[in-house]
């Protein structure tokens, strides 16, 4: 088949297929032009929205990243010096409580020597009863048979008197120093309560003792005004209570067991008249 050129163009002249030519290529600069414009138009505007929307997002999220590490670093640090301190404070307080439990053997010990000492003495509470009563009858009969020496007689009762309570005070005493071990105990298993009953008990003991040996009232009275003040401290869960509670136990055994004692005066012999 072959091709036919239309008949307005084959038999149009050539000025106006020129003129035809020149407007064709307007027609395509004038296309070309605006296409640039728009490629360039998009350019300039669609460069910097990119950037904002794309780049700029992703350094924000770059530097959040940074500094999310850094945190997680120094929190990691930070939980690393704490479990080394409570690493510390565990073996501390492991120390403490291998001490503690030397302590409680050493005060069980000395609780089983308090009460041997508190059985010898009540072993022989029954022959000074029996002495005393001995004496009151040797009394009784030097009074039937000495009238002149009714007043030696009567001083001899007194001091028979006198040695009763002091003996009777002193097993108080014991009884009071007894209940302070027992208070120590209860403290070193942290039983606080109990411990406080067990002083007021000891309160108790001490009372009596001052009842009995006047002679020793005003060291009784300090010894009582401390053990209100020990009360005080174990009620407060103070450090200062054990401290306190061996210092007092300690003072009530020296007057228990001083460290020097007078020589006890001789009994008189009554003299029987003729």
């Known amino acids: 088949m072959t091709y036919q050129q239309p008949a307005s163009e084959s038999s149009g002249s050539p000025v106006l297929r020129a003129i035809g030519g020149v407007l064709r290529f307007l027609v395509r600069f004038i296309f070309v032009?605006?296409?640039?414009?728009?490629?360039?138009?998009?350019?300039?505007?669609?460069?910097?929205?990119?950037?904002?929307?794309?780049v700029q997002p992703v350094q924000r999220n770059s530097a959040r990243v940074a500094a999310l590490e850094q945190r997680v670093a120094q929190e990691q640090t930070r939980l690393q010096d704490e479990n080394l301190a409570l690493q510390e404070r565990i073996a501390s307080l492991e120390a403490e409580l291998t001490a503690l439990e030397e302590e409680s053997?050493?005060?069980?010990?000395?609780?089983?020597?308090?009460?041997?000492?508190?059985?010898?003495?009540?072993?022989?509470?029954?022959?000074?009863?029996?002495?005393?009563?001995?004496?009151r009858d040797a009394a009784e009969t030097a009074h039937s048979r000495l009238e002149g020496a009714v007043t030696d007689l009567d001083e001899q009762t007194a001091q028979v008197v006198q040695r009763t309570d002091a003996l009777e005070g002193r097993l108080a005493l014991l009884q009071t120093a007894q209940d302070l071990l027992k208070v120590r105990l209860l403290l070193l298993e942290e039983n606080a309560r109990d411990a406080r009953d067990t002083l007021t008990l000891a309160t108790a003991h001490l009372e009596q003792a001052m009842a009995l040996m006047?002679?020793?009232?005003?060291?009784?009275?300090?010894?009582?005004?401390?053990?209100?003040?020990?009360?005080?401290?174990?009620?407060?869960?103070?450090?200062?209570?054990?401290?306190?509670?061996?210092?007092?136990?300690?003072?009530?055994?020296?007057?228990?067991?001083?460290?020097?004692?007078?020589?006890?005066?001789?009994?008189?012999t009554p003299t029987p008249t003729s």
């Open 105 to 135: 053997a050493v005060l069980s010990q000395d609780l089983e020597e308090a009460e041997a000492q508190i059985d010898q003495l009540r072993q022989s509470l029954p022959q000074v009863q029996e002495d005393l009563e001995a004496q």
């Open 214 to 268: 006047p002679e020793q009232g005003e060291k009784l009275l300090e010894l009582q005004g401390r053990m209100t003040e020990l009360n005080r401290l174990i009620e407060e869960r103070s450090f200062r209570a054990g401290p306190e509670l061996e210092s007092l136990w300690a003072d009530v055994i020296d007057l228990i067991f001083p460290a020097t004692a007078p020589p006890a005066e001789p009994t008189p």
């Open 33 to 54: 032009l605006i296409v640039g414009a728009l490629v360039g138009a998009g350019l300039y505007f669609g460069v910097p929205w990119a950037y904002r929307s794309v």
